[in-house]
C-alpha cells in the first residue's frame, strides 16, 4: 500500500483562499498605480498587521486550523486599528489582556457548542472536545489541552493518535516505549504561544503536515532507521503561531 502524503494532496480550500488574496492585492496594486485609491492607504494595506489577517483567512478555510487563524486575525486587527483611528492611548497596554480574553472567549464558546463529556474522558486543566476520539483512553488514543500549563506522559500501550492543543503551555509525549498501530496514525497538533515534544523510536515513519506562522515544526531525529514495516505511519498535522514542536529520539 503506498503511503498518502497530505502534503501531495493540499486542501482545495486554502488554494483558494490563497488564488482569492492574490487576486485583491493584484487588484490593489492596480488601484494604487492609477490613483483610483489615494497612495496615503497603501501602507495599511501593505503591512505586517494585513499579512497577519491574510495568513488567518487562509488559515480559518482548513478545519483544524481555525482557532490560530481566528487569533491572527484579531491580533492583526487589533494593531491595524491605531492606523486607522486616531487613539491617544498607548494600544500596546491592550494587547495582551484582550489577547487572553479572546482566548477565553473562544475556549467557552468551543466547549458550549459541544456540550459536557464523561469526567474520566481525559485528564487535563481546560479541556477542548474532539469528537472522532473514543472514550475509553486505555484504546490507545491521547488528548492533551495545556493553557498556561505543561504536561508529560509515556505511552507504552499501541499508539492509536489524538489531539494536542497548547495554548501558553506545552506538552512531551514519550512513545519511546509504545508501538505504532497498522496504517495511517493521525495527530493532530495546536499550539498558539506553545510547543509539542514526541520522543519516538527512530525506525517509525513520520510525515508532517503542521503549518506554522512565526514558529516550526521539525523532525530533529539524528538517526532514523529505515521501518520494519512501512505501512505504518504516525501523521502530525495541524498548525502552530509563535510556537512550534519537534520529533525526537534516543
Known amino acids: 500500500m503506498e503511503p498518502t502524503d497530505d502534503k501531495r494532496h493540499p486542501n482545495p480550500n ?8 492574490v487576486i485583491i492585492a493584484g487588484l490593489l496594486l492596480l488601484a494604487f498605480n492609477f ?15 494585513m499579512l497577519l489577517i491574510a495568513i488567518g483567512i487562509i488559515s480559518i478555510s482548513n478545519s483544524e486550523s481555525r482557532t490560530p487563524g481566528i487569533i491572527l486575525i484579531l491580533v492583526g ?38 456540550g459536557p463529556r464523561h469526567p474520566g474522558w481525559h485528564r487535563h486543566h481546560m479541556r477542548w472536545d474532539y469528537p472522532q476520539m473514543p472514550q475509553d483512553m486505555d484504546e490507545g488514543y491521547i488528548n492533551e489541552t495545556n493553557i498556561f500549563s505543561g504536561s508529560k506522559r509515556r505511552i507504552t500501550h499501541e ?32 499550539c498558539i504561544f506553545g510547543g509539542v515534544t514526541l ?20 523532525d530533529k531525529r539524528k538517526l ?27
Not at 486587527?77 to 479572546?102: R, S
Not at 532514523?224 to 512550534?244: H, K, Q, Y
Open 35 to 49: 490613483n483610483i485609491i489615494p497612495w496615503d492607504f497603501k501602507h495599511i494595506f501593505f503591512s505586517w498587521q
Open 77 to 114: 486587527g487589533f494593531f491595524l486599528i491605531p492606523e486607522l483611528f486616531d487613539f491617544h492611548i498607548a494600544f500596546i497596554k491592550l494587547f495582551w489582556p484582550v489577547l487572553l480574553i479572546a482566548i477565553g472567549v473562544m475556549i467557552l464558546v468551543k466547549r458550549g457548542m459541544h
Open 14 to 21: 486554502k488554494k483558494f483562499a490563497f488564488g482569492f488574496l
Open 224 to 250: 532514523v532507521r529505515e521501518p520494519a514495516d512501512s505501512t505504518r505511519m504516525l501523521v502530525v498535522r495541524g498548525s502552530s503561531v509563535f510556537g512550534g514542536g519537534e520529533i525526537r529520539s534516543y
Open 199 to 218: 520522543i519516538v523510536p527512530s525506525d517509525w515513519k513520520v510525515i508532517l503536515s503542521v503549518n506554522s506562522v512565526m514558529g516550526g515544526f521539525a
Open 159 to 190: 499508539f492509536r493518535g489524538g489531539k494536542i492543543s497548547n495554548i501558553f503551555g506545552g506538552t512531551e509525549i514519550d512513545l519511546s516505549q509504545a508501538t505504532l498501530a497498522e496504517g495511517k496514525v493521525e495527530l493532530s497538533v495546536e
